[in-house]
């Protein structure tokens, strides 16, 4: 009868002890970076930041204040809900701003505007921090990846 108990515990302890955490998350790139929609009041830019999970067990997510850049002027905040991530798998997490075309074009710089303008494409800059938890144990990833995009208008 003693043995019963102690084969029920051992199974439970090495389950327990099979899902381990070996590493953080690795962030891979963000990609995508793309215009989503443009309309004459605003203009709606996304972008995936990749991640490969190399562990058993998953955790979460959470971006934290990324700023948009756009022609190197801050335009704006993507923040997220948290996010769970899976376990063994690459998994991207959606970023999205909502940046007021005005303040896309109030470039200080005279040629920067004059250039957005004449070629249509806009340099976008997403810079912050993405937040990974799992029990207990957290690690922030920096984000800093620039891209040209086009715009229609």
Avoid: H, W
């Amino acid at each position: 009868m003693k043995l019963k108990p102690f084969i029920i515990l051992s199974t439970i302890l090495l389950v327990i002890f099979s899902c381990t955490v070996k590493e953080k998350p690795e962030f891979l790139r963000v990609e995508n970076i793309k215009v989503l929609e443009s309309t004459s009041k605003n203009i709606t830019f996304t972008a995936d930041a990749l991640f490969l999970n190399p562990n058993d067990i998953g955790g979460k997510l959470k971006t934290d204040a990324i700023k948009v850049f756009v022609n190197d002027n801050e335009m704006a905040t993507v923040s997220t809900k948290s996010f769970d991530v899976p376990a063994k798998n690459e998994f991207s997490i959606p970023l999205k701003a909502v940046i007021p075309t005005d303040s896309i074009f109030s470039n200080k710089s005279i040629s920067g505007l004059i250039g957005s303008l004449l070629s249509k494409k806009i340099k976008v800059q997403y810079k912050g921090d993405i937040i990974y938890k799992v029990f207990g144990f957290s690690y922030t990833y920096n984000v800093d990846e620039t891209e040209n995009v086009k715009i229609k208008l």
